[in-house]
């Protein structure tokens, strides 16, 4: 049963009843708009709330009908979702038009049939007018490619070519395609010609953290006068969340080039702040894997782009292909899933060696015997390396195997699966998980602190007798006593959105259950490709078929504009 809120009457019951729409849509759509608000109105901008909920920017109105009840709805709805009476498209959308709610200076905007709240129209058409701006810069033919270092990969050329010649350029390529590799013959071409300065940036802290160390490792001398790395928030000059930003249009970022790394975790609203502070002089390498789950705040501008590369100039979009680091049968899981073909995909399953695929229905976690011998293997590698005092050595053996669920909490989730873990490792090593702290234990930081960063993540280990924690942040661990990360959550599993931008040499994926609003492609390929060597995937055939058919839907004016 679904939260109903008591004012809503008519449709609006009804929608709700369905799970159409929470309370906070509800409210928040009779909250700007007049009290006699017209019925099917209110019932649209109650719609485009919940959409922004869900990371679209807008609701373009007639698809408003394939909407499917919301992401937080836990159980199967009163109201069958096709059992709803939608308004017809033609005076919904006249009604809808000459609300007092969208007419200028109104908290909604209407355009094209597509339905914003308008400050995020506003943001959508500032990423517009920026983007279309940079497209009328000069083209820099002038720059020579270097050569890499590896094997001839023509994508990777023709991205360095790109990025010299365009201002603003896109590098996308799931994990181990090269982007890095790109991004350091970017600066050193770049370098060539006089030494230039140079700004790393990504939507996380520990993204950043590891840019800058694969990049930084592989620049040649005097190829850059100065290298700064860090969050986007940071590199904006954006101290505390809502501040203002030292660096905008009117203090634009002085570097010769911006590389912003995993874009695809980036806002539109984020985006918006970057594109206002890079002048046309700074050259913007926008790096990512649009087909991983998007940012958690409304938007997908990586998405867009990809989807409608004449925002920028022509050829200035590059998609890098070839893997390098993974395991050939995990790379075609990826692709096939990618690609939407279910039959495909389960087809590379059954014929692999290192994926492996386990009927899970939500009983008996510790029943598995692959689970076990995995998660004790890690365990024990672990605790060995930690009860030695080798914190490096502790974190590496935590990346040989991880669990990842979509949910968090119940039988598929999170919480199920790393008490599982805990209690099989109890049950072989003795002392494991008795106190509140103890040698081996795996953290994940949620808290952004001067130290640390939230997703960062750390052991606990043993040096002189005591316990310390050893936060993983580059070759040499920051130490740390363990109590400065009380609000650290247990790591025997992790969320797939948590672990997006890491990578492990064998993953244990957890699908949703079947009929999850989770259970989605970019989730799925996410989930499979941070595995390096070895995948095991739990679940039903139906959930995973269900989820590689279901593409996230995130509406916006970007993707269609011209
Ligand atoms: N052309 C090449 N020839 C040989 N090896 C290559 C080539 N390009 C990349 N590699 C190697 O492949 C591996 C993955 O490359 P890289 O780290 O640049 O990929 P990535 O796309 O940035 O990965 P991720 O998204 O996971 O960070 C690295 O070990 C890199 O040295």
Redesign the pocket.
């Known amino acids: 049963m679904h939260e109903v809120p008591i004012a809503a009457e008519g449709k609006l019951r009804t929608f709700a009843e369905a799970g159409m729409i929470s309370p906070a849509d509800f409210h928040l759509a009779r909250r700007m708009t007049a009290r006699d608000e017209h019925e099917d109105a209110l019932l649209a901008f109650a719609l485009a709330t919940r959409e922004l909920r869900h990371g679209s920017v807008c609701l373009p109105l007639a698809e408003a009908p394939l909407l499917k009840a919301g992401l937080d709805a836990e159980e199967g709805a009163e109201q069958p979702e096709s059992a709803l009476e939608w308004p017809d498209p033609a005076s919904w959308h006249d009604v809808v038009a000459a609300s007092a709610a969208v007419a200028d200076g109104g908290p909604f905007t209407f355009v094209d049939g597509r339905l914003y709240l308008t400050r995020f129209h506003r943001q959508e058409r500032a990423v517009a007018r920026a983007l279309a701006r940079r497209r009328e810069l000069p083209l820099d033919e002038g720059f020579t490619v270097l050569p890499?270092?590896?094997?001839?990969?023509e994508q990777?050329d023709r991205a360095v070519a790109a990025a010299l010649r365009h201002r603003t350029s896109v590098i996308t390529?799931?994990?181990?395609?090269?982007?890095?590799?790109?991004?350091?013959r970017i600066i050193n071409s770049l370098g060539r010609r006089r030494p230039v300065s140079a700004a790393l940036a990504a939507p996380t802290g520990k993204a950043a953290r590891?840019l800058d160390e694969?990049v930084g490792a592989h620049l040649e001398p005097g190829a850059v006068s100065e290298l700064h790395s860090g969050t986007l928030h940071r590199i904006l000059g954006k101290r505390v969340r809502g501040t203002d930003a030292t660096y905008h249009a009117g203090n634009p970022l002085p570097y010769d080039v911006v590389v912003v790394?995993e874009t695809s975790m980036v806002s539109l609203e984020h985006m918006a702040s970057l594109l206002e502070a890079v002048g046309p002089d700074t050259r913007l390498v926008l790096?990512g894997?649009p087909h991983q789950l998007r940012s958690v705040e409304a938007g997908a501008v990586l998405a867009d782009i990809v989807a409608n590369p004449s925002l920028l100039q022509l050829g200035s979009v590059v998609e890098?292909r070839?893997?390098?680091?993974s395991q050939p049968d995990i790379t075609a899981l990826a692709d096939a899933i990618d690609a939407g073909d279910t039959k495909g995909a389960l087809e590379v399953i059954d014929g692999a060696t290192a994926i492996t695929w386990h009927d899970f229905d939500g009983h008996s976690i510790a029943g598995q015997p692959l689970f076990r011998s995995d998660v004790v293997g890690t365990a024990r590698a672990v605790v060995t390396a930690a009860g030695a005092g080798d914190a490096r050595a502790a974190l590496d053996a935590m990346n040989r195997h991880r669990v990842l669920c979509a949910h968090r909490v119940g039988h598929y989730g999170v919480q199920g699966w790393a008490r599982a873990a805990r209690d099989v490792i109890a049950a072989e090593l003795p002392e494991y998980g008795m106190a509140r702290h103890y040698v081996g234990q795996p953290l994940l930081l949620t808290q952004n602190t001067e130290t640390f960063s939230n997703g960062d993540v750390a052991v606990i280990v043993a040096r002189d007798g005591e316990l310390v924690a050893a936060i993983d942040q580059g070759r040499e661990p920051t130490l740390v006593p363990p109590v400065l990360l009380d609000d650290a959550s247990d790591l025997h599993a992790m969320t797939i959105h948590k672990a997006q931008?890491g990578?492990y040499d064998t993953v244990s994926v957890v699908l949703p259950p079947p009929g999850s609003p989770l259970a989605t492609r970019e989730l799925v390929y996410t989930a499979v490709t941070r595995a390096r060597t070895g995948l095991r995937i739990y679940g039903s055939r139906e959930a995973f078929a269900e989820a590689v058919a279901t593409p996230v839907r995130r509406a916006s004016g970007l993707a269609v504009s011209s």
């Open positions: 890499g270092g590896g094997d001839p990969d990777q390529g799931g994990p181990g395609t090269g982007k890095t590799t790109t991004v350091v590891q694969a790394d790096v894997d890098l070839t893997n390098r680091r931008g990578q």
